[in-house]
């Protein structure tokens, strides 16, 4: 059974067209989290939600941007992608802030042309 | 920073031998976790060990922690080509920061 679901699963953009990722859980959890990874790098966390609070990472750029529309959903959102920002972006989710195992998606590969 | 640095990178070892990784991080934790990431997937909680832990074992693997040298380490006794994958620790005060990763082969 799917828990963390992400879609799509590759998605191609082209340089500064906006693209919205998005994952779904059916976790009930009250953490949600985006991750950026980069090739045969460790993730880098962009931002999370506890619950409706956002929190967002200081070196994460402002071309990122979150929406956390209910518990279950969230979307990432890239304004303006440039040629950097193409990687694979996990969602994870857990229980509590910090403490927990996360329970992470596939990922979505983007990539931009 | 607090990530955590991984050795070694990459390791390549017969079916059947067994692998070691290690963790070293620089700051002090609540927990430390141990995830698995196969090529191109989303990451797998392997295991947890509190920060008042020294030795913890499941199935296959052996974690043991060292909060006076900052250091933990990763053990898959008797491995499968199964097993070949990335690992990653991640360490856990009040956010998540995942190590460096080590890239485990293993040869049938």
């Known amino acids: 059974d799917a828990m963390v679901i992400q879609n799509p699963r590759y998605q191609v953009t082209q340089f500064g067209k906006p693209v919205t990722l998005s994952c779904s859980q059916t976790?009930?959890?009250?953490?949600m989290y985006w991750y950026q990874q980069k090739s045969s790098q460790a993730p880098k966390l962009l931002f999370h939600?506890?619950?409706?609070?956002?929190?967002n990472e200081a070196d994460t750029p402002d071309n990122f941007q979150s929406r956390r529309p209910n518990t279950s959903f969230c979307f990432l959102d890239i304004r303006s992608p440039g040629l950097g920002d193409a990687a694979m972006y996990l969602c994870?989710?857990?229980?509590?802030?910090?403490?927990?195992?996360?329970?992470f998606g596939p990922g979505t590969r983007l990539t931009v042309t | 920073s607090q990530q955590g640095e991984e050795d070694p990178q990459a390791l390549s070892i017969q079916e059947g031998e067994n692998a070691t990784m290690n963790c070293s991080y620089k700051?002090?934790?609540?927990?430390l976790q141990w995830y698995r990431q196969n090529s191109g997937r989303g990451l797998v909680h392997l295991i947890l060990?509190?920060?008042?832990?020294r030795e913890k074992h499941s199935g296959r693997l052996r974690v043991t922690l060292d909060t006076s040298k900052k250091s933990s380490s990763l053990l898959i006794t008797a491995s499968r080509a199964a097993d070949t994958a990335s690992y990653f620790c991640?360490?856990?005060?009040?956010?998540?920061?995942f190590g460096t990763g080590t890239s485990l082969t293993v040869i049938p």
């Open positions: 991640a360490t856990i005060q009040n956010q998540f920061y």
């Open positions: 994870a989710t857990s229980m509590s802030t910090g403490l927990g195992e996360q329970y």
């Open positions: 939600y506890y619950d409706k609070d956002f929190n």
């Open positions: 976790l009930n959890h009250n953490v």
């Open positions: 060990i509190r920060s008042n832990e």
């Open positions: 700051t002090s934790i609540n927990n």
